[in-house]
């Protein structure tokens, strides 16, 4: 019987959701349609909650339904009435369906502060059609997303991040600067265990690392602000998206826009916890005007790569009992060229990596170049854990994950738990570590130095051993050698047939 694994994947009302809604884009452009669907559902959200807390207060004669004050205690946007979704579905055949939306997105942002610049307004314009727009609001419309059931339910957040991955997905490579898969980002979580404290990622695309982390804290009984969100972001309507991810949610967050390298907005601040999925071997990232940089200390990165800008960043941003995890192309690990491998070696004899782990290929939408998860502890002494002075980390994981279609890998949320109960139980956390031949390896400093300081797993973990019983060794042998004997048959009648053929034509 196959052993069946879960891997967080629903194929449910959402899937069927996103079929329909994909049907509606017509000849739009994926990136184009993302904000397009994105912010209705967003707008049906908020005015869901409007509309539940506004019939309650109209139940009680001592409140008054259009106070906004009565809004803001409980955390709900206030919804002006031409803002509303009921008014939106009542005119969503109406030619002026767009303007009429775009109308609504100013209204929520003038009496919501919080939200000014968010909000995409372009459903006006010429290129979207009108017909097919008022079909998605009525589509939208028939599923709940803001009342008290389906915030249970958390449905607004399944819908949200199924059609994100979805669009990174339709989107190709550029798709992945704004979504990194859910299954990464669940690894990083359960690694760094974020429980309390500050949270940064300077590189935050839609803010999956943040509303990972918040579900993380909620789900050991922890509250949503038991840990403060810092982010940037470079791109402005990425930027939007997280803002509106994070809204819905009820996460308060510092979210920056702007080049995290040329205007760090968070200059000041010393992090409990990073996480982040910068982008891999970026060759333009302005490197050439920031030679002198306070940041690098451990060596300037080369002009033509921001891997070791981006790792030395978050090291720079680190408490001091604080730690990081975050992605990068394998060529991090081992790379020797324009001065990469001393800054390596650098932050390798500084004794801040503490773990290593090879990923599986396929998990990403937006790129085929093999990645790796780099974790950083800024003290390895006994802060929480046992004293890994001198000691780092070693988990392969590339034949990890199952193929949830033909081009992508996923995690199981079983793989997750293997890999961080390892890392956990190394920490000292509990639970007895070993070493596992060909997937984990505790290694001592000196053992790296004479790797010339790369970090490549499958360099220390060695080969799997596969035991195989010698009984099923003979029966194998046994069928080999009689297949080899009938094919050796098979090739003489062969050339029997063939001598008896060239007689007959008197060769």
């Known amino acids: 019987m196959t052993k069946q694994t879960s891997t967080g994947a629903n194929l449910g009302f959402e899937a069927k959701l996103w079929l329909t809604a994909d049907k509606l884009r017509s000849n739009m452009d994926a990136a184009e349609y993302k904000h397009v669907v994105l912010g209705l559902i967003f707008l049906k959200y908020i005015s869901d909650a409007f509309e539940e807390k506004r019939q309650q207060l109209l139940k009680d004669p001592q409140s008054d339904a259009e106070d906004r004050d009565e809004y803001a205690a409980e955390n709900v946007f206030w919804v002006p009435k031409k803002a509303r979704w009921s008014f939106l579905q009542d005119n969503a055949k109406q030619p002026i369906i767009g303007q009429i939306v775009d109308d609504a997105m100013d209204l929520i942002e003038k009496d919501n502060p919080s939200l000014k610049g968010v909000l995409p307004k372009n459903y006006a314009r010429s290129q979207l059609d009108k017909q097919r727009l008022g079909e998605l609001i009525d589509l939208i419309g028939t599923i ?17 991040e199924y059609f994100l991955g979805q669009f990174a997905d339709a989107e190709g490579k550029k798709g992945g600067q704004f979504y990194t898969p859910k299954s990464i980002v669940k690894l990083l979580v359960a690694m ?4 309390k404290g500050r949270v940064y990622d300077p590189c935050c695309g839609s803010g999956g690392m943040f509303v990972q982390s918040e579900k993380f804290v909620e ?3 922890g509250k949503i602000g038991d840990i403060s969100v810092y982010g940037q972001e470079s791109n ?9 991810n994070l809204a819905i949610r009820g996460i308060e967050a510092n979210i920056a826009w702007g080049d995290t390298f040329l205007s760090d907005a968070f200059k000041d601040l010393k992090a409990d ?28 990165p080369p002009i033509g790569n921001a891997n070791f800008g981006w790792v030395q960043h978050f090291i720079h941003h680190l408490a001091p009992a604080g730690i990081a995890g975050f992605v990068l192309a394998n060529g991090s690990m081992s790379s020797n060229t324009s001065g990469e491998g001393d800054i390596r070696k650098n932050i390798v004899e500084a ?6 782990i090879a990923l599986p290929s396929q998990l990403f939408y937006n790129t085929m170049i093999p990645a790796c998860l780099w974790f950083i502890a800024r003290d390895k002494k006994n802060h929480k854990f046992r004293n890994r002075s001198g000691e ?37 956390e509990g639970g007895k ?17 004479k790797q010339g300081h790369m970090l490549t797993p499958g360099r220390y973990v060695g080969a799997e051993e596969i035991e195989e019983d010698m009984e099923v060794f003979k029966e194998k042998m046994k069928r080999l050698t009689s297949e080899l004997a009938k094919q050796m048959e098979e090739g003489k009648k062969l050339d029997e047939e063939i001598k008896k053929n060239l007689n007959g034509l008197g060769f």
């Open 144 to 160: 709940g997303l803001g009342d008290s059931e389906s915030k249970g339910k958390d449905i607004l957040g399944r819908v949200y």
């Open 192 to 195: 760094i265990e974020p429980y």
């Open 219 to 221: 789900a050991r009984g």
């Open 236 to 244: 402005q309507t990425t930027w939007r998206l997280c803002k509106m």
């Open 273 to 300: 916890f990073i996480l982040a999925n910068p982008p891999f071997n970026v060759s333009d990232w302005k490197g050439e005007l920031l030679r002198e940089d306070a940041r690098w200390r451990f060596g300037v």
């Open 351 to 356: 004794d801040l990596v503490d773990c290593m």
């Open 392 to 428: 780092l980390l070693f988990i392969d994981a590339r034949n990890m994950g199952v193929m949830i279609d033909r081009r992508h890998r996923e995690l199981t949320n079983e793989d997750v738990k293997k890999i961080s109960d390892v890392y956990h139980a190394w920490r000292g």
């Open 433 to 449: 570590y070993e070493d596992v031949l060909g997937f984990c390896k505790s290694a001592k400093l000196e053992e790296i130095q």
